[in-house]
């Protein structure tokens, strides 16, 4: 299963065309959540409104440079894909924003390899990088990274996580709404007591879902969607 295609993907530009064309190559290459935004504020409202994984959007919009949209982007640390008409334009003029580490640069025309290879490197790392905080046993704060986590198991305002790291597992006070809130995309509700990470499905009948050395019910309330995912995902080129 690829753990990127199931990836939130904002496109920001105001050409029509080009945003559909944009839209069809990432719908080729097997992306399933795709949101076409035709400016630079708009899009600043999407990603204060939605988590949003990836942002692919041109380097000039309404014919000024999107700074304010790239900033936004780094602070709140969404990698970025840049389209430009010429590799060098940006190299002199404009400030270090634009050499953040979490920005990707692409020259038109765009290929639809050249664009996968991009996406997948920046997507890939994205995951890997993010985390959370948790308090444990001793009050000292943990960091603990999402890719790191199996599973969720919520029972009122309390959650226990199970992770990777030698089947630890902590216990947590947290609501559900502001346990969601800090995961992502690979992160998807199977149950009302359960989130499970896609990442680590093994296998799943009709009312449970296997995950590494763990099995956790699935409801008959998520698993249309669940299926349906799943589906698609398996059946992404890879």
Known sequence: MHLYLSSKIILVNDNQSDLIHLQQLLID??????????????????LAEENYSLIITNLVL???????LLEKAVDLRVPTVVITSSSGMWAHE???IIENEGIAYLVKPIH????KSVLRLLLTK???????????KHNEQIKLYLNEIIFLEVERNYC???????????VIKISLIKLLEQL???????????IVNINYIKSFTSNLVRL???????????????????????????
């Open 212 to 238: 590494e050395n763990y099995s956790v019910p699935l409801s008959r309330t998520y698993k249309k969607e669940f299926s349906k995912l799943l589906s698609i995902l398996r059946n992404q080129p890879r």
């Open 112 to 115: 639809k390899m050249t664009l």
């Open 29 to 46: 290459l097997g992306y399933v959540s795709i949101s076409l935004v035709p400016s630079e504020q708009e899009a600043i409202h999407a």
């Open 62 to 68: 309404k014919e000024k440079v999107c700074l304010e």
């Open 160 to 170: 226990t996580i199970y992770t990777s790291r030698r089947n630890y597992k902590f």
């Open 184 to 194: 992502d995309s690979r992160f998807i509700r199977i149950h009302n007591s359960y």
């Open 126 to 136: 994205s995951v890997e990088d993010k985390y959370i905080f948790i308090t444990g």
């Open 94 to 96: 404009y400030p270090p």
